[in-house]
């Protein structure tokens, strides 16, 4: 057995939501106090030792993006809390939203501090509906309790947050995409340069980050990064909540430390594979992800050692496949997933999507070949390095790793 973590899942199911009196009395708004009197730069300088990197999918890290953000020039700047969690097999943002929005709030609000903003918007995605009603209360609350608006807490902060809802689009999950579609229109990726950071939401200076990555700012801030760097990995500090789901008996969002392996997380935390059937791979990171076979079970879950093996972290997804399915199905399953979710903008998705899924169905039918697997992998690496967002670049990758890991299985497909 594995220790339980709990550094930032401390808090979870100790208040009600609407009592922000709870909150504070387990250390809320602490990381905000702290912020206040060390200033700019310790919120800066702490967020880099913390080693914290965007728990979204892309990992940049968050000090040094907060540190670029706040040397932009500008009046006005926007924060935007990206919660459209649409990744398939990703839950923990919508458990963070859920159990504790506060810190959410706490680290925007933290975060408008750093880089001068006055602006928030939480983003959240349309599925999330039953959502919506509390996270406007929970913002409603930290308004009337002086924490947003206009002079915060008599510091002369003036920020304030506004609930925005998504239409239902992948695509939007990508940061420009998500701003496109909160100024009306369709939502597909910019063109970069310019970038977000110096002309993003009504050409304003625009931060975005998700909501993992708020809350984590503000445990950090308020914990100190030494006892963030407790757990971890040299390259990898710190603790993930990740989303388990699949062929496991226990599924759930679980806080683990970087460097556990995928076993212990599989058979520790899950509880083993269900009806003790074989474990056949996992998917990690969401559809988006890379497929690891079961003979990779020992590798350690951290940014190096998954990237050794082609698969990354993600959006903190680990979808566990028993040997019951069939790779063929699952396969046409994320094409399917990512041919609807295209936006069309560029030829290399638009129809990489288009004639991946085509080729996998032929061999459903029994009419694939053995050229027809060496087309789809060169399509694969085609639209990783000529699509336009991050959507086309990943949406093969489960392929690319089944072609890595499971090419034998895939020629008994003729």
Not at 227 to 233: L, Q, V
Not at 350 to 364: T, V, W
Request: net charge neutral.
């Amino acid at each position: 057995m594995i220790d339980k973590v709990d550094f930032f899942k401390i808090n979870f199911g100790k208040y009600e939501i609407n009592d922000i009196e709870g909150y504070k009395k387990l250390g809320g708004f602490q990381a905000l106090e702290k912020s206040l009197n060390n200033g700019n730069e310790w919120i800066i300088n702490e967020l880099k030792s913390s080693g914290l990197r965007g728990r979204g999918g892309a990992a940049y890290p968050t000090g040094k993006k907060w540190c670029q953000a706040s040397k932009v020039i500008s009046s006005e700047k926007i924060i935007i809390c990206n919660a459209d969690e649409g990744e398939p097999a990703t839950f923990k943002d919508r458990y963070l939203i859920q159990y504790e929005p506060y810190s959410i709030i706490e680290g925007m609000i933290i975060a408008a501090l750093t880089i001068g903003a006055n602006k928030g918007y939480i983003y959240i995605r349309e599925e999330y509906k039953y959502l919506h009603k509390q996270t406007q209360c929970v913002i409603d609350i930290c308004r009337t309790n002086g924490y947003l608006g206009h002079n915060i807490l008599n510091t002369g902060l003036d920020f304030d947050i506004e609930l925005f809802s998504g239409a239902g689009a992948y695509v939007c999950g990508e940061n420009s995409s998500l701003i496109e579609s909160m100024e009306g229109r369709s939502g597909q990726p910019r063109l970069k340069p310019p970038y977000i950071k110096q002309s993003g939401l009504f050409n304003l200076p625009t931060l975005v980050n998700n909501v993992e990555t708020f809350s984590a700012a503000t445990s950090i801030l308020r914990r100190g990064a030494k006892d963030f760097t407790k757990y971890g990995t040299s390259h990898s500090k710190g603790t993930k909540l990740i989303s388990l789901c699949g062929n496991v008996n226990k599924p759930g969002v679980y806080e683990v430390p970087f460097g556990i392996t995928l076993r212990e997380i599989i058979y520790s935390l899950g509880g083993g594979i269900s009806n003790n059937r074989n474990l056949k791979f996992i998917q990690l990171g969401g559809s988006s992800g890379a497929l690891l076979p079961s003979a990779l079970i020992d590798v350690k879950y951290c940014y190096s050692e998954l990237a050794e093996y082609g698969a990354s972290i993600g959006s903190g997804a680990i979808l566990v496949v028993d040997d019951s399915n069939s790779l063929l199905d699952f396969l046409i399953s994320t094409g399917e997933f990512f041919w609807h979710e295209c936006c069309g903008k560029c030829v290399p998705c638009r129809e990489g999507n288009r004639q991946l899924l085509k080729l996998l169905n032929n061999f459903k039918v029994g009419k694939g070949t053995l050229v027809d697997l060496d087309t789809m992998e060169t399509f694969s690496h085609v639209m990783k390095n000529a699509s336009f967002c991050g959507l086309g670049k990943t949406a093969p990758t489960s392929l690319i790793s089944s072609f890595r890991y499971f090419r034998e299985e895939m020629e008994n497909w003729v």
